[in-house]
Nanobody, 122 residues
Framework: VQLRESGPGLVKPSQTASLTCTVS??????????WSWIRQPPGKGLEWMGA???????YYSPSLESRASIFRDSPNNRFTLQLRSVTPEDTAVYFC???????????????WGQGTQVTVSS
């Protein structure tokens, strides 16, 4: 499984950041994998944000579920994270990841993209 993130780079406070993960090597709709978003703020550890499974069910970190939504685009084999009402504290490198089992522990996810930087600043 290969994953590649794309994102806006720079987002203004209060706006919505939209990031996309394009998957190759397996189908997001039939592989049985869970597909996740994980981030790492500067100088901090990894934070698991949420995931979507093969059936389209979603799972979110309690600290982010009021602002985060994950969608999938099965025909194009990609999934998207939307993070609403961003603040400078959302500045981080954002990773998409895949795993055969569900976990809220970021380090346990097996397959990772290279990450994309999102900076929230006016």
């Amino acid at each position: 499984v290969q994953l590649r993130e794309s994102g806006p780079g720079l987002v203004k406070p209060s706006q919505t950041a939209s990031l996309t993960c394009t998957v190759s090597g397996d189908s997001i709709a039939s592989s049985g994998y869970y597909w996740s978003w994980i981030r790492q703020p500067p100088g901090k550890g990894l934070e698991w944000m949420g995931a979507i499974d093969t059936s389209g069910d979603t799972y979110y970190s309690p600290s982010l579920e009021s602002r985060a939504s994950i969608f999938r685009d099965s025909p194009n084999n990609r999934f998207t994270l939307q993070l609403r009402s961003v603040t400078p504290e959302d500045t981080a490198v954002y990773f998409c990841a895949a795993n055969k089992f569900y976990s809220r522990t970021a380090a346990s996810w097996e397959y990772w993209g290279q990450g994309t930087q999102v900076t929230v600043s006016s």
